[in-house]
């Protein structure tokens, strides 16, 4: 069964989380965009997730003036950098790919060897680091404001996630805080939008090949991520780094 047939049950309102979708988007792209003469100072971070293929969409059926970014790890599943090119080669907005220096990643490897991230929390952290979160700050350099796919349901530590997070220096957008799993598949099957493969496997959410797994019904949304971890010290501190606030340094949010 695919993850459409399994999941696409729109909620009852979604008519209304599709409009405000919809909005806090045209609303972001007017006041971050290049309306002003200059360049666009708002970018979608797309993990080619389900979620984030959704508001890419949303972006390019707009015509708003957002660009998108990929963050290439190195390490990403092939059915992820397949449907990157398929996706860059069909939408409007530019797509950016950004990937980690070739120097750091070749030291840590060599100094930690290639399967450091299942030693220890501190090491998979340090190769988030590398991977993720340097190039992270050069794709949002510049940037006022990004696009995240983040959703109040995808596990507890996101039960709070705002349309508009204004708490920090820079002005996080998300689009579907309030949408359902089921919300996110009906707007896929409708627009007839391509996805990763990987989501028919069961693979809620997808992140590097080494970091994540399928996970089985009634598991919870993140559980195959960093799946080891329950067996590490500190193993509750699940996350990448990408969405952690500084006042808030275990919060687990990411796509």
């Not at 390490?75 to 750091?104: C, G, I, K, N």
């Not at 997808?206 to 019904?217: A, D, F, Q």
Request: glycine content about 8%; aromatic content about 8%.
């Amino acid at each position: 069964m695919s993850a459409i047939e399994l999941h696409a049950h729109p909620s009852s309102d979604y008519v209304i989380k599709l409009a405000e979708a919809q909005n806090v988007l045209a609303q972001a792209a007017a006041q971050y965009g290049s309306g002003n003469g200059a360049s666009a100072s708002i970018v979608q971070a797309s993990s080619l997730g389900a979620e984030d293929m959704v508001i890419s969409h949303l972006i390019n059926s707009l015509q708003l003036d957002i660009g998108i970014f990929v963050l290439d790890t190195g390490v990403l599943h092939q059915q992820t950098l397949d449907l990157l090119e398929r996706f860059r080669a069909s939408s409007r907005a530019t797509v950016t790919s950004y990937a980690p220096m070739q120097q750091a990643v070749v030291q840590f490897v060599e100094r930690e060897g290639k399967d450091a991230m299942y030693k220890s929390v501190a090491l998979r952290k340090s190769c988030c680091g590398i991977r993720k979160m340097e190039p992270l700050e050069r794709a949002l350099a510049g940037k006022e404001a990004w696009v995240t796919g983040l959703r109040r349901e995808q596990s507890g530590a996101r039960a709070d996630v705002p349309l508009v997070d204004m708490s920090e220096s820079r002005t996080k957008i998300n689009p579907l805080a309030s949408w359902t799993w089921g919300d996110v598949w009906h707007t896929i099957r409708e627009n007839q939008l391509d996805y990763n493969p990987l989501h028919d496997a069961f693979f809620p959410s997808i992140g590097c090949e080494p970091c994540t797994r399928s996970v089985t019904l009634g598991e919870d949304f993140r559980s195959g991520r960093w799946w080891w971890e329950h067996n590490l010290e500190g193993g509750a501190d699940k996350e990448c780094g990408l969405h952690v606030k500084a006042s808030n340094p275990i919060q687990e949010i990411a796509p």
